[in-house]
Structure formats: C-alpha cells, structure tokens
C-alpha cells in the first residue's frame, strides 16, 4: 500500500465499487491503485492488451476498451450492476500535432467526450448508490500551450462538463468533481523532464520547487470520493504544487 493510501482507513470505500476509465499507467493506475488501498473493489480499463496483460493488481480487474467506441461503451456500461464511484483518467496530448484537424477532434474525442459518455451511460447506477464522480481536468484547464490546442480546449470543457453534471444530478444524490493535475512525472510529460533545462523551469516555478508525481493526485481522489466530500459536489482541486500561481517570469 502506498504512503498516501496509508493515510487513509483501509476498509474506508470497502463495499464500494469503482470504475477508473484510463487506468493501466500513469496518473489512472496510480489512482485505481489507491481505491483499492482503501477498500474499493476496482475495475479498469485501457485500451492496450499488452499493457493489460502485464499487469497483475489486487482489488483491481482490467478490461480492454477504446473509449472512443461508442457501442463498447455502452455495452461495458450497461453490464455494471453497482457503480459508487466513476473517475474518468483517460487522457492523451500529441504535442505539435493537433493543429491537424484529425488529431485535434480525436484527442477532444478521448479527453472530453469519453467522460461525457461514460458519466452518462452510468447515471442511473450512480444515482442508486449516492455516488461520486471525479473527472480528470489539468492545470491547462486554466492557462494555455500553444503546442496542444485539443489537449486545452478539451481541459477546460471538463470543467464545464463537472459543474453542469454536478447541478443536474446534485438531487440524484450525485457528486461530480475534478482534479487539475499540473507538471508530474508520467510519460505523457517525459519529454520536457528529461531534459535537464525542462525539469528546471518548471521546478523553478512550482511553489513546492518540485515536479509532482502521479501519487500525489491519489489523496485528492479518494477525499474528493470519501464521506469527507459529502458536501463537496462543482468543483475542481488544483493538484499542481502551486504551477498555476507561479510567476511565469522567474
């Protein structure tokens, strides 16, 4: 179990059910990792066999699926019979291309109309269970890379999406938050951390002087999912170490 996971009751989400979209690496295995920890019984998703295949996690089931397709969707949807908490982690940036037109409606495609989709198909079992929904967004929710258009627009429309799902389901019994990542360490973001002038820059601005990890989101998830959130529904928690209000200019 990790540090963070520890910090919380083992047994705190025992009984639940949760369903992390994007969990085989990075910031959704991270996540799927911690539910589990605290007593969730957690299904996975990914798009990559091989992926699937190397992986072997307790508490956690994987099933191979391209959030893209709409009938593979709504059949995994439609099979769940208990859904106390959906986390919508799938994500993907493809730097220097999405001015392409194709590239820049896939990615919306996979980082916004996904969450949409699943959020959707799996209202009435989140309803049943007073569940809770937590959508991944980013710190570029906010601010703005000229290099990932789709990767941007699509960020900032998840905060939308949260906060009109949140007041039309609030009555349901429903919670609908986010988080906002900002620079960790994953293999979305090895390009600039490898490079010793980039791991700088961006250390140099966050407030905590480091690079977050995708561990450092898994808190915020399982709070944002815990009965300590049971008020909290619209929101969006910067997770970024302070990236966002940094001077641009150091």
């Avoid at 295949?53 to 969707?73: K, N, S, W």
């Avoid at 009555?171 to 390009?191: Q, S």
Wanted: glycine share 12%; charged share 20%; net charge negative.
């Amino acid at each position: 179990m990790s540090e963070t996971a520890q910090t919380f009751r083992p047994d705190l989400l025992a009984g639940k059910h949760a369903i992390v979209v994007g969990a085989t690496s990075g910031i959704g295995l991270a996540i799927a990792r911690g539910l589990a920890a605290t007593g969730a019984k957690v299904t996975g998703t990914g798009s990559s066999a091989e992926k699937i295949a190397a992986l072997d996690e307790p508490g956690i089931d994987f099933v191979q699926l391209d959030v893209r397709d709409r009938p593979e969707v709504a059949a995994f949807c439609a099979g769940q019979e208990q859904v106390d908490i959906l986390v919508n982690a799938a994500g993907v940036a493809r730097g220097g291309e999405e001015w392409q037109e194709d590239i820049f409606l896939d990615t919306i495609e996979v980082n916004l109309n996904a969450q949409m989709r699943f959020a959707f198909a799996l209202r009435d079992r989140l309803a049943a269970s007073g569940g809770s929904v937590v959508n991944i967004a980013s710190m570029l929710s906010f601010l703005a890379d000229p290099g990932v258009p789709a990767y941007c627009a699509s960020k900032t429309g998840i905060l939308g999406l949260t906060r009109s799902c949140a007041h039309a389901w609030g009555r349901d019994g429903i919670r609908v938050n986010a988080i906002a990542p900002g620079y960790h360490r994953t293999d979305m973001t090895k390009p600039i951390w490898s490079r010793p002038e980039g791991e700088a820059a961006i250390s140099r601005r966050t407030a905590l002087g480091r690079w977050g990890t995708a561990q450092d989101l898994v808190g915020a998830v399982i709070f944002l999912c815990s009965p300590a959130a049971a008020y909290v529904t619209g929101i969006c928690m910067e997770v970024d170490g302070g990236f966002a209000t940094g001077n641009p200019l150091e």
